[in-house]
């Protein structure tokens, strides 16, 4: 698996490239999977999405457009992991949106993913950019990140996460979650 990364030297927020903003962060795989396949996978509003750690993507009633809002919930929609506003959707190539996760008071930042087709199947970068230097949501973004390109990797060629990525979904239920991150604060419509 080629899971590349560039961006502030490997360090989460550790340089910033404007004021207050770290330098993005960026995160390429080759998925043995065609861009269509990889397209479905990251913006499925049907069914938990395995490399989004499980969550279920909920939008406003326009949809995948320009402008909606979305939430990351939880299988049982009880929870907003992640609340953001879609800034770009180009149909099988990019797909762009605001990123805050409900559990903490940083900033939000973009997160962006990019679909290219090329030799051996469905070339996926996603780039964390915008992001405030030395915040809990940029640390943890840039670990996240490691595990999405590995499991949506993972999902499309295998049909599953890895042994260890199922264990993690399996213990997630018990983590205590703050109340703050309760679906009706962080409504798409």
């Given at each position: 698996?080629?899971?590349?990364?560039?961006?502030?030297?490997?360090?989460?927020?550790?340089?910033?490239?404007a004021?207050?903003?770290?330098?993005?962060?960026?995160?390429?795989?080759?998925?043995?999977?065609?861009?269509?396949?990889?397209?479905?996978?990251?913006?499925?509003?049907?069914?938990?999405?395995?490399?989004?750690?499980?969550?279920?993507?909920?939008?406003?009633?326009?949809?995948?457009?320009k402008?909606?809002?979305?939430?990351?919930?939880?299988?049982?929609?009880?929870?907003?992991?992640?609340?953001g506003?879609?800034?770009?959707?180009?149909?099988?190539?990019?797909?762009?949106?605001?990123f805050?996760?409900?559990?903490?008071?940083?900033p939000?930042?973009v997160?962006?993913?990019?679909?290219?087709?090329v030799?051996?199947?469905?070339?996926?970068?996603?780039?964390?950019?915008?992001?405030?230097?030395?915040?809990?949501?940029?640390?943890?973004?840039?670990?996240?990140?490691?595990?999405?390109?590995?499991?949506?990797?993972?999902?499309?060629?295998?049909?599953?996460?890895?042994?260890?990525?199922?264990?993690?979904?399996?213990?997630?239920?018990?983590?205590?979650?703050?109340?703050?991150?309760?679906?009706?604060?962080?409504?798409?419509?």
């Amino acid at each position: 698996m080629t899971v590349g990364q560039s961006g502030s030297r490997g360090e989460a927020g550790a340089e910033g490239t404007a004021a207050g903003v770290a330098a993005p962060l960026v995160y390429r795989v080759v998925i043995n999977a065609p861009v269509s396949e990889v397209w479905k996978e990251i913006t499925r509003t049907d069914a938990p999405i395995k490399c989004f750690f499980n969550s279920r993507m909920a939008l406003s009633r326009a949809g995948l457009v320009k402008g909606s809002k979305m939430a990351m919930r939880t299988p049982n929609g009880k929870y907003v992991g992640v609340f953001g506003e879609i800034l770009e959707v180009v149909l099988l190539k990019k797909f762009s949106h605001t990123f805050r996760f409900t559990e903490l008071n940083d900033p939000p930042c973009v997160l962006t993913y990019e679909l290219r087709e090329v030799q051996g199947g469905t070339e996926f970068t996603m780039t964390i950019s915008g992001a405030t230097p030395g915040t809990k949501s940029l640390k943890q973004m840039a670990g996240g990140a490691k595990i999405i390109t590995g499991t949506l990797k993972a999902v499309l060629e295998t049909g599953k996460p890895s042994f260890g990525v199922r264990v993690l979904y399996a213990i997630m239920p018990w983590f205590p979650v703050p109340a703050a991150c309760r679906s009706e604060k962080w409504p798409v419509d």
